[in-house]
């Protein structure tokens, strides 16, 4: 987390580019797979990318990303199914010093269960905090849509461990990022599915499960998928 309540520099200009003058994104409900007309002319921020079986990067294998930013100059997203097992939120904050070791157990309970993830490759080092509109930090807090919020100060760490955080909330370590036109070559390749995204998936506690549901959301089985681009 950033101590400052600032957003990382390379975030705060992603989140700008994609919500100052951003093209409308494809039709409501639309799901899309390699070579869609939506995927080419809209963007993607607040809907999910979901890896296909193909994917040939192993960082992105079975991966669900909820997308902050995507414009011309670039996209970010941040996993949701990808937990850290080396660190609970209890430990974060510890090594923070938010609480000190002995106020461990004095955690509200959602506190003690909010799962900590791994956000992607980029800038592992800073923690960001997807989380459900009903909190709000001005000057910290960016919102993706009308459910989804995206925070990287300290103090939502605090808020929640005083038990005033928002309702939902996930913790990641980092981010995937994307120069432009990096994520639409990937999508023309068959590399990434997409579809709406809603706050039970990516808030849900079945953290191995999000991705056969996101699939399901999309309406794949996926054992039917292939290397052949097409329409999901």
């Not at 002319?41 to 193909?54: F, K, N, S, W």
């Not at 040939?56 to 949701?80: K, L, N, W």
């Amino acid at each position: 987390m950033d101590p400052e309540g600032k957003r990382p520099d390379d975030l705060r200009r992603r989140a700008r580019i994609a919500t100052e003058g951003r093209k409308p994104r494809g039709g409501a409900g639309a799901a899309s797979g390699a070579g869609d007309d939506s995927a080419a002319g809209g963007y993607l921020d607040g809907q999910l990318l979901v890896a296909m079986p193909v994917m040939g990067d192993p960082r992105f294998e079975r991966s669900v990303i909820y997308m902050c930013a995507h414009s011309a100059e670039g996209a970010m997203g941040i996993m949701v199914n990808r937990p850290l097992a080396s660190i609970d939120f209890p430990q974060l904050l510890v090594q923070l010093n938010i609480i000190g070791k002995a106020e461990r157990i004095e955690l509200p309970e959602n506190a003690e269960a909010l799962k900590v993830l791994s956000g992607g490759p980029v800038d592992t080092g800073h923690g960001f905090v997807l989380h459900s509109s009903d909190f709000f930090i001005e000057k910290a807090t960016l919102p993706i849509d009308k459910d989804i919020c995206l925070t990287s100060s300290v103090d939502i760490l605090k808020a929640i461990a005083k038990g005033a955080g928002p309702k939902h909330a996930i913790l990641a370590l980092g981010y995937a990022g994307w120069r432009a036109g990096q994520l639409e070559a990937e999508i023309q390749g068959n590399g990434w599915l997409h579809c709406d995204a809603d706050p039970e998936l990516v808030f849900g506690d079945d953290v191995e499960e999000k991705y056969s549901r996101a699939l399901r959301k999309i309406g794949i089985d996926p054992g039917m998928l292939s290397n052949v681009a097409g329409h999901a």
